[in-house]
């Protein structure tokens, strides 16, 4: 049985070192991101930067110490983080006279900015993202997907009224959706978050869950309606038309580093990473094979397809290394290239070359001028595959006919028992805590989302047998 399915979070901390992703640092709980593994990130951030410009949200920057009064002025942001927060308490041998958080979100560092930009009606809506770091010092770790320090975006806004408010809080919940599914070919499920499982401090949280190869979730990003808490905790008021002061309505929005997990967890295979082209580092290898050394015309060759593909902005790379052509098949199916070109004597000869798609089994024979259509073409319709492939799988772990507490533990020891996921289980809640803290309890299940579009109608609370009041996508998690 692979190593994949025998053991899939070992299988993921060898993937993502062996591939050059990421290397412990000496911080407990925190990692460096190598080249490949930041560029992944470079990429989200330059194709979520476009949906930003179309909307007018502009990007800044705020400082990553925040003082604790600043926490003390909401009380359920504070009790939600406290656990969390690092402090800084002294410079050198001097105390400070208030302790300094390292910014675990920065609703309280925004809200306080708000608050001085904000006067009038006129400047409604206000909204900005920043691209940052942030701090949450996790007692259990795993790289990208759970880390102390992580990278992510985070987006804040102010409103007029809750209409607009809301419906900026569901468009970057839609526009999430849009790139994990088009952009990063991961399939997600999206809902609302049970009061449990919301933001501290939010009125509303909505997110998009993911489902890894192991069937455990991932949140792969939330986006919140903030109310007017923040707003009167902050003094965001503004002069309305018939000057009135009234608190302004806030959202908050955000993902994180955490897709990265997400990215290799969904689409990773027993050779290591795969990558939809529109993220992948490395788009297009090109490796000369067989006695090449003897024969420059090959690598001549080769260096011409590489500036016509670059030139073409294609990310493409030449290994001209002295490794074996084996070593060099493995090293790049392990790094997610997404096409391999293989060159020798008798395809020089021949007038083609032989390539290899990451996701497709076997290699095809591709004339010399037919590569850079056959490339075009392979590099379209890869995310489309991997992104069907990923819904299928999806489907095949998603269980709807679990109706009691019981028949999600025979659930459970049968998968345990048969070595495949326990996926997504759809239940009936009747919104109660009592009965969510009951299913974490003793089944580890946590409640994902509450489904905008759910298969099927769940009527009886899989706890209490009570009345659903609605119907729950659970699952064990990230």
């Given amino acids: 049985m692979s190593e994949q399915t025998n053991d899939f979070t070992q299988w993921y901390l060898q993937t993502v070192q062996q591939a050059e992703l990421m290397s412990y640092s000496p911080v407990r709980g925190s990692i460096i991101f190598r080249p490949d593994g930041f560029e992944l990130w470079e990429h ?63 609703e309280t560092m925004i809200g306080s900015a708000f608050s001085d930009w904000i006067h009038s009606y006129r400047d409604l809506p206000y909204e900005i993202n920043q691209w940052a770091n942030v701090f949450r010092w996790e007692k259990k770790t795993l790289p990208f997907l759970r880390t102390s320090e992580f990278l992510w975006q985070e987006g804040h806004t102010a409103h007029a009224d809750e209409e607009d408010a809301r419906r900026r809080t569901m468009s970057i919940l839609d526009e999430y959706a849009r790139l994990c599914e088009e952009f990063l070919a991961i399939p997600v499920y999206k809902g609302q978050k049970t009061p449990s499982e919301r933001f501290a401090g939010a009125v509303d949280t909505y997110s998009i869950e993911a489902m890894m190869k192991d069937g455990k979730a991932v949140q792969a990003g939330t986006s919140h309606y903030m109310g007017t808490k923040f707003a009167e905790a902050f003094d965001i008021t503004y002069l309305t038309k018939e000057n009135k002061h009234v608190a302004a309505h806030t959202t908050s929005w955000g993902v994180s580093t955490r897709l990265l997990g997400s990215l290799i967890m969904t689409h990773g295979d027993e050779n290591g990473l795969v990558f939809p082209p529109t993220v992948a580092p490395t788009q297009v290898v090109l490796l000369p094979v067989g006695p090449w050394k003897k024969n420059p015309a090959i690598l001549e060759k080769l260096d011409k397809i590489f500036q016509e593909l670059k030139a073409k902005g294609i990310r493409v790379r030449l290994d001209d290394s002295e490794n074996s052509p084996g070593y060099k098949f493995h090293e790049w199916e392990l790094k997610g290239a997404c096409i391999r070109i293989e060159c020798g004597p008798r395809d020089l000869e021949n007038g083609h070359v032989m390539a290899k798609v990451r996701d497709v089994d076997g290699k095809v024979t591709v004339a010399f001028d037919e590569l850079l259509a ?26 709807v006919h679990i109706n009691t507490l019981d028949e999600l533990k025979e659930h459970i020891e049968a998968c345990k028992k048969d070595n495949r996921p326990t996926g997504f289980v759809l239940i009936g809640w009747d919104g109660s805590e009592e009965t969510e803290a009951k299913i974490k309890e003793e089944t580890g299940f946590t409640t994902r989302n509450i489904p905008f579009q759910a298969p099927i109608e769940k009527e009886v609370d899989l706890v209490s047998g009570k009345p659903a009041k609605h119907t729950v996508w659970i699952a064990r998690a990230y």
């Fill in 44 to 106: 989200i951030q330059e194709e979520f930067n476009k949906f930003l410009k179309t909307q007018g949200i502009r990007n800044a920057y705020f400082p990553m110490l925040i003082p604790k009064s600043f926490f003390m002025k909401e009380a359920d942001h504070i009790e939600g983080f406290a656990p969390e927060l690092p402090w800084v308490t002294e410079v050198g041998d001097e105390k400070l006279e208030e302790p300094l958080a390292l910014r675990p979100t920065s």
């Fill in 374 to 399: 056959y490339i075009d073409e392979q590099l379209a319709i890869m995310p489309k595959r991997l992104l069907e492939q990923a819904r299928l799988r999806n489907k095949e772990n998603e269980h």
